[in-house]
């Protein structure tokens, strides 16, 4: 058996890099993947990216729209199976559930909440604390019988976001009281997943002073053997001092070039081994079943000889999610009790299955249809009659051999002698239309009216003089003068000559690519040199909230790595403006 876990940053991107989920899927060859941070709402969940031949899948989504937040996490697990129905297959889940708390069921907080938190050995939280940890959609859970597999996606805190802080905490306690109480029953678990903690100095590549002291590290590994916890970091047990060995990096600073990163996917396991008829204490679950654990390096963007060098600003931007999958394959796996699909699974959402319909509304759905047939022959005789007594009101202005009758000529004739002398007749007081005011007519003006093809090439002489003045300036520039040529040449009733509109066409390019050149050349004057590499640096504007947010600054354009690194960012800055305003 073989366990994935990815940080996709964003599902429907990475289906879009494949070509399509099933491609997706069959690229990490496993039988259980796991992915963080989807970004799918509910409602998005369409089989276009739940549903692939010979997977099953169980989504949490994001529930809650604190702050903005809608669709940015949000956990997937995809089992490959050969049947979905009366299976053995261990991928197989034999239930799943939403959530680590038991508060949820389908997105809503069960009626029996406390009962299911005391089952569960979290009588000590209250229920606001279990569904806002929840409600984030950051964990699914499956039960394959031999294991128990938590897919996590770890929340982030700034250093000064004292919320987000406040809610990594108690998302981390609680989760760990599960864990205890499912060890408690003689369990095995699964970990994996985007924690957003590298526990040890030798996971991150800018480890700094205080990294021991950051609190959220301590949780960590106080929980993994090596401090007396119960859970085995899988990834260390096969490798145990191998460095640079990193699943994240930035993706504002190119650091992926230098391999510039962290370890925050993880891979934990704790429970006992599955050999039951031996003696355990020479027996453990990573030895006996763990064949390798690693990290998939060739789904990482920038791959060294045949990528894009990092050079600054959005166009340097790589394909590909931020985070590398990490896979720990496994032997001695053998089936379980024969089982179905469970109900978690979203080949049962109305979205992906359909609507059961009932009777009523088959029926209601039949009436409508009927009564919108009669409505519509109802329409369609009255069209008939109206279109019958159309043509013989034509018949009685046309002749049989097809010439007009004299009164259609003579009204004709009148209408002519309307549309010729539009000014006598407004002196009259007569128009098409009534005024409702005094009973007299008034003239149309000629918005409405239909000009010939003739008229719309006629130009007066008052609406050329107009143009004349329009275009004319005390101080003409290149450009100006250009376009009033290229007025002057269009003013003539026959027509543009080609040639003087071809030429003036190019004086006007040739004048716009110079200006452009020398605005160029003015902002390239303007950007500092760094001082590492003697280039042009990449200018920036400052996102965090602060004294300085909105302010622009300048940066070297090299892609982040090790201080030791001469081809990395040389760390240059400097504000482009003094006095910057707020």
Not at 478 to 495: A, R, V
Request: glycine share 6%; with cysteine.
């Amino acid at each position: 058996m073989k366990i994935v876990t990815y940080n996709v940053n964003g599902l429907r991107q990475r289906i879009a890099q494949f070509g399509s989920l099933l491609r997706l899927l069959s690229s990490f060859d496993a039988d259980i993947i796991c992915f963080q941070e989807t970004k799918l709402r509910r409602q998005e969940l369409t089989a276009d990216v739940v549903m692939a031949d010979g997977y099953e899948s169980f989504f949490s989504c994001t529930r809650t729209s604190d702050k903005g937040r809608t669709g940015y996490s949000g956990v997937a697990t995809f089992c490959r199976v050969r049947s979905a129905f009366s299976s053995m297959e261990a991928a197989l889940p034999l239930s799943g559930e939403e959530g680590f708390t038991r508060v949820l069921r389908n997105g809503r907080a069960k009626e029996d909440e406390r009962d299911a938190c005391e089952a569960e050995g979290l009588e000590e939280f209250a229920r606001e604390d279990l569904v806002w940890v929840d409600n984030e959609g950051r964990c699914i859970i499956t039960d394959h019988g031999h294991f128990v597999l938590f897919n996590i996606y770890g929340p982030r805190a700034g250093s000064d976001d004292m919320e987000r802080i406040e809610f990594k905490h108690k998302f981390y306690d609680i989760l760990k009281k599960r864990w205890e109480h499912i060890l408690m029953r003689g369990k095995r678990i699964f970990v994996v997943g985007d924690l957003n903690i590298a526990p040890y100095a030798i996971d991150r590549c800018d480890a700094a002073q205080d990294f021991e002291k950051n609190e959220f590290r301590r949780w960590l590994r106080s929980v993994l053997v090596e401090n007396g916890g119960p859970f085995v970091d899988v990834f260390r047990a096969k490798h145990p001092e191998r460095t640079d060995a990193y699943t994240c990096w930035p993706s504002n600073t190119g650091a992926e070039e230098f391999n510039y990163g962290s370890r925050i996917d993880h891979i934990l396991f704790s429970g006992s081994c599955l050999h039951q008829d031996f003696n355990l204490t020479d027996h453990d679950f990573i030895t006996c079943h763990v064949k390798d654990c690693d990290i998939s390096t060739q789904y990482k963007r920038w791959k060294p000889g045949n990528g894009p060098r990092w050079k600054g600003g959005l166009s340097a931007k790589l394909e590909g999610s931020d985070h590398a999958p990490v896979f720990v394959t496994l032997a001695g796996i053998c089936d379980i009790p024969q089982h179905d699909t469970p109900s978690l699974s979203t080949r049962y959402l109305p979205m992906v299955r359909g609507v059961q319909q009932t009777i009523a509304s088959l029926l209601m759905k039949r009436r409508v249809i009927e009564e919108s047939q009669v409505s519509s022959n109802l329409s369609c005789s009255k069209v008939i009659k109206i279109s019958s007594s159309t043509s013989s009101m034509k018949r009685s202005f046309v002749s049989c051999d097809g010439s007009e009758s004299n009164s259609n000529k003579s009204h004709l004739s009148s209408q002519e002698s309307v549309d010729a002398q539009p000014d006598s007749l407004h002196a009259t007081g007569l128009s098409s239309r009534n005024d409702p005011q005094n009973g007299t007519k008034k003239a149309r003006k000629n918005q409405g009216s239909q000009l010939s093809l003739k008229s719309f090439f006629k130009r007066s002489a008052d609406s050329q003089t107009d143009t004349d003045k329009s275009v004319g300036c005390p101080s003409p520039g290149p450009i100006c003068t250009t376009m009033t040529k290229l007025e002057k040449s269009s003013s003539d009733d026959c027509g543009i000559d080609t040639a003087v509109c071809s030429s003036v066409e190019k004086e006007v390019n040739n004048v716009a690519y110079k200006e452009w050149q020398r605005i160029q050349q003015v902002m390239q004057s303007s950007i500092p040199l760094c001082k590492g590499h003697n280039e042009p640096c990449v200018s920036r504007v400052v996102k965090k909230a602060g004294l300085n947010f909105g302010r622009r600054f300048y940066t070297c354009p090299r892609a982040e790595g090790p201080a030791s690194n001469p081809e990395a960012n040389c760390g240059f800055f400097r504000w482009a403006a003094s006095n910057f305003k707020r």
